[in-house]
């Protein structure tokens, strides 16, 4: 009894980071519930539509292929409370405002003189108003999408000022990014029906819900605490991991890094060497990794086949030499958010945290 207990303890289903659940005392017999059960159980008491919301995180479980442990279900729970309180579609504050200063903001970098992109606006949309007066009364992100999508595909100029790119990038009630949504439908086939386009679907309860237990649990990370899934579900997937890498990284060379997660520049046409590379290739030859390796390993960076990298073996196992022990292979990354909603001073490792104080409290729930 002692070993297969030892054994399921040690026992991870992919995703799964946290340790099994306690067993009554005296080996007391409990009956399993089911599925359907564990979801609706953690969900919040005041709800409306739980039969909906049970049966679409039942179905993204399903399509997925993420079992609905308790663990799972509160981990996705955690974060939709986080995002949007259990709204498909949520009210944002001053969105018109928000809007209006996307709009010059890209008139800007397009050359394009402020009055003239505002003048255009005034041009009657499908319903009869004014894009202007729609924008200044949009109250959620898909009401506001919405007229992006007529503008752009209406006027010409809106296809100058958004090139075909709709700014409203992330959507529905775990507010997805679309572009993260259309990656993974290509890999994976979508398992309902697609009206207009993937990334409409996440607008939508079923699939902003399919897609968020896509992008928090369906990868593999050596976590050990659901709270570096929840500042990846912030920061993008293996950011946590690849944070701690930048942290060995930065006591093997001396050199300051920002443990951010990003260990290649964002823009993937850049011209110029990333800080982490850099300090890579400071310790190249104490890592006896030739240099031309390390720029390939370091592209892996959003994959698993990072850790399985020459480069993140060496780097590890020295700098766990020199500190004596094991150095954390996750951490939160140092991240500084910013957004045209964001109104106050916000960090990854402050949402990571949040979210994971809501997952606790669900657990307990």
């Not at 359907?36 to 709800?47: E, F, G, K, Q, T």
């Not at 850049?270 to 592209?299: F, M, Q």
Request: proline share 6%.
């Amino acid at each position: 009894m002692l070993a297969a207990t030892w054994l399921t303890a040690c026992t991870t289903d992919r995703g799964q980071t946290a340790g099994a659940a306690e067993q009554p005392a005296g080996g007391a017999q409990m009956a399993v519930p089911s599925p359907r059960a564990v979801i609706d159980h953690a969900l919040p008491a005041s709800l409306a539509d739980r039969s909906g919301w049970t049966g679409d995180l039942y179905a993204g479980f399903t399509a997925v292929g993420i079992e609905p442990t308790k663990e799972h279900v509160c981990a996705t729970v955690a974060v939709i409370e986080q995002e949007s309180s259990f709204q498909v579609d949520p009210v944002v504050p001053r969105l018109g405002t928000i809007a209006w200063q996307e709009i010059d903001t890209r008139s800007e970098r397009a050359h394009i003189p402020r009055s003239i992109v505002h003048g255009v606006l005034q041009l009657k949309s499908v319903n009869g108003q004014s894009y202007a007066q729609r924008i200044d009364g949009a109250r959620t992100e898909r009401e506001l999408s919405d007229i992006y999508e007529e503008f752009i595909a209406a006027v010409p100029l809106g296809q100058t000022l958004f090139a075909d790119r709709n700014p409203i990038r992330t959507r529905g009630p775990m507010q997805v990014n679309v572009v993260f949504a259309e990656r993974y439908a290509k890999l994976k086939h979508y398992p309902y029906p697609v009206k207009q386009s993937v990334a409409d679907e996440v607008f939508t309860r079923r699939g902003g819900v399919y897609f968020g237990i896509a992008h928090l649990l369906d990868y593999d990370a050596p976590y050990d605490r659901y709270l570096y899934r929840f500042a990846d579900f912030n920061a993008g997937q293996y950011a946590s991991r690849n944070a701690a890498f930048q942290a060995a990284v930065s006591r093997l060379s001396g050199r300051p890094l920002t443990a951010d997660g990003a260990l290649l520049p964002h823009d993937e046409d850049s011209a110029n060497t990333g800080s982490t590379e850099l300090a890579v290739r400071a310790i190249a030859a104490s890592l006896h990794i030739p240099s031309d390796e390390i720029h390939d390993a370091l592209a892996k960076a959003r994959t698993p086949e990072f850790e399985q990298t020459t480069l993140y073996r060496r780097v590890f196992t020295l700098a766990d030499q020199v500190n004596r022990r094991p150095l954390p292979r996750a951490t939160l990354p140092q991240i500084e958010l910013h957004g045209p909603k964001i109104t106050r001073a916000l960090t990854t490792a402050w949402y990571a945290n949040r979210v994971d104080e809501r997952f606790h409290r669900c657990l307990r729930r």
